[in-house]
């Protein structure tokens, strides 16, 4: 007679996978960040009412969603249900029941309206083991076009054409809900029209010879020893955003008077301007930006120039092209999955301040 082997096997959830996996390094100092957010998360849920996701439990998800490129809500909870490596990191049992995935997004957006990213992003950095890596001192910025969850055939006129000539934006009735729509000789901007689907959005593009998109601008502010992200911004897609964002996030590491330390900014040619640079010395920060040459004059000198450290910032600065790599591959955030600006209007000053 062959075994028919055990029905029920007992084992510690935690001893199921490798022993050198990074989530148990990664979930040690998520703990210790989630730890400071106690009193934040306590504000945001009510004493009464159904039971909902907890917050920690909720963050850990949307950690483990970004590093396994899992691109629905859907299909993190398919792989929650099943994954023991995932319960164990997320805090679910074995036998715990795993959330519908409708429920995981509405808590998710309760979550970020309580500006609880920016929060839990500034107490990671603040562990010991992860501020060691930062420097403090010398840092670069900058930006990267986010598609907007849009179609262009959403990006029509804000007052209809008062003439009866034909016009991309009109549709045939018999044609269906996804008609298909000639965009050929019409003009079209941000001036005179918007999109239906995510009137955020703006029509860019990034340099000549690109098609124009519906989409922002994501922003970084990147430390240069470890190449470690310190802040990051999503704004509307114009041709000033990103030296805007610039500023204001390294106001978060300065002070808005400049009074707090000096630092040296490493940019590309995008960032050689006047204006930029004389803001930025007047918070302190030394302009370590490439010199835009062709047809112009650069607003830095070799009194910048001719010191070793800004050679080594200009080559230290390209690492953060593998942070907007790493965002549009593995994080799957080539193309926003939300509709709407995720933050306000301008970009907010970083919630991290370095200390000496």
């Known amino acids: 007679m062959r075994d028919q082997g055990c029905y029920f096997h007992t084992s510690i959830l935690r001893g199921g996978f490798g022993v050198r996996t990074p989530l148990r390094a990664i979930r040690l100092i998520v703990n210790e960040a989630l730890s400071v957010l106690t009193a934040r998360f306590e504000a945001l849920y009510a004493p009464f009412g159904r039971p909902s996701i907890p917050p920690e439990q909720l963050l850990r998800a949307m950690l483990l969603q970004a590093f396994y490129s899992i691109r629905s809500e859907r299909q993190l909870m398919e792989r929650l249900d099943f994954d ?17 995935h409708s429920t995981f997004s509405k808590n998710r957006d309760r979550l970020l309206d309580g500006d ?6 500034c107490a990671v950095l603040e562990r010991p083991k992860v501020k060691r890596l930062l420097s403090t001192e010398h840092f670069s910025i900058d930006g990267t076009l986010i598609e907007a969850w849009a179609s262009m055939k959403s990006f029509k006129a804000k007052e209809p054409p008062q003439d009866d000539s034909k016009s991309g934006d009109e549709r045939p009735a018999t044609e269906g809900r996804n008609a298909e729509v000639d965009f050929r000789g019409e003009k079209r901007s941000n ?4 999109s239906t689907t995510d009137p955020d959005a703006r029509l860019y593009r990034k340099s000549p010879g690109h098609g124009a998109k519906l989409c922002f601008i994501g922003h970084v ?17 114009t041709g000033y955003a990103e030296r805007y ?12 008077d400049g009074t707090t330390r000096r630092i040296t900014v ?11 640079v004389m803001e930025l010395r007047e918070l302190g920060a030394v302009p370590h930006v490439a010199q835009n040459i062709k047809g112009r004059r650069s607003a830095i000198d070799g009194r910048t120039t001719r010191h070793p ?3 080594v910032s200009q080559r230290i600065r390209k690492r953060i092209e593998e942070v907007f790599g790493w965002t549009k591959t593995v994080a799957g955030q080539r ?22």
């Open 245 to 256: 964002a610039a500023l204001e996030m390294i106001k978060g590491v300065t002070g808005e």
């Open 84 to 100: 023991l490596s995932f319960r164990w990191f997320v805090g679910l049992g074995i036998d715990d029941a795993v959330w519908d």
């Open 266 to 276: 490493g940019g590309d040619k995008g960032f050689d301007t006047a204006d930029f």
């Open 116 to 121: 609880v990213a920016a929060g839990f992003l």
């Open 309 to 311: 450290g800004y050679a």
């Open 335 to 356: 193309k926003t999955r939300f509709r709407g600006l995720p933050v306000c209007d301008g970009p907010s000053p970083s919630p991290w301040r370095p200390t000496i």
């Open 221 to 237: 502010l990147m430390e240069n020893r470890g190449g470690l992200v310190v802040d990051a911004e999503l704004t509307r897609a």
């Open 191 to 194: 001036v005179t029209h918007a």
